[in-house]
């Protein structure tokens, strides 16, 4: 497969460098230079995953991930200037997956490119599907669905549900997640898995009782329990 990259950034300049490294990997790519004419790209074309800038006009980055994620689990690099802790956790809460902050090396960006794209559509699994109380997992098509009905998860999101329901009844560190999700040479914050878990149990709705906070330690898929 030949994958699609979007990039939204109004850099004109970091537009052209990131699509010339890309390309010289072997990617399709679009550009565009705001959120608003990104969507129109989205909704014409198969993009495989999304680069998008924090600050531009027309419509903000911030803006245009809110749109994607009512919708689809698009894989997401935010790619920004705006480095505070504060900006990074709401980047999270929207539903991004890699947070990058500017300057940034090409090389970089695509390296994370292309660890997301494997994570997302190449990743090995045992099974194809498992269900569990209403809750389906479709671990090749990336698909979960609630009494029936498609919920829409970004990459992370979809990761730490399977990691929990795969160690189902084990209480497990916010530490051991964050390894197990994002990597041992992430430099985030505890508070990225609390705020993915937050989002993930949103979604889940009815089925958020699933995933149960044990205080002071961590978080774990519930079993015994049948909640009405």
Do not use: C, Q
């Not at 500017?102 to 090995?124: G, M």
Request: charged fraction near 30%; hydrophobic fraction near 40%.
């Amino acid at each position: 497969m030949m994958e699609t990259i979007l990039i939204v950034d109004d850099e004109e300049r970091l537009r052209d460098l990131l699509k010339a490294y890309l390309i010289k990997e072997n990617y399709n790519v679009f550009t565009s230079e705001n959120g608003y004419e990104a969507l129109k790209i989205l909704k014409a074309h198969k993009i495989h995953l999304a680069i998008i800038d924090v600050m531009m006009p027309v419509m903000d980055g911030w803006t245009l991930l809110n749109e994607i994620r009512k919708t689809s689990s698009l894989p997401v690099i935010m790619l920004t200037a705006k480095s505070d802790d504060d900006d990074k956790l709401l980047g999270f809460e929207l539903g991004t997956d890699i947070y990058l902050t500017k300057p940034v090396s090409p090389k970089v960006v695509v390296a994370n490119v292309k660890a997301l794209l494997k994570r997302t559509y190449y990743t090995e699994v045992n099974s194809n599907h498992t269900s569990y109380n209403g809750l389906y997992i479709d671990e090749d098509a990336h698909r979960v669905l609630i009494d029936g009905e498609e919920v829409f998860l970004s990459p992370k999101e979809f990761e730490i549900l399977l990691y929990l329901f795969k160690n189902k009844g084990i209480t497990l560190t916010r530490e051991k997640i964050l390894d197990a999700i994002w990597g041992f040479d992430y430099d985030g914050d505890l508070r990225t898995v609390d705020t993915h878990v937050k989002r993930l149990r949103e979604k889940l709705g009815s089925k958020g009782y699933l995933i149960s906070t044990v205080r002071g330690y961590g978080y774990r898929f519930e079993v015994k329990h049948d909640k009405k």
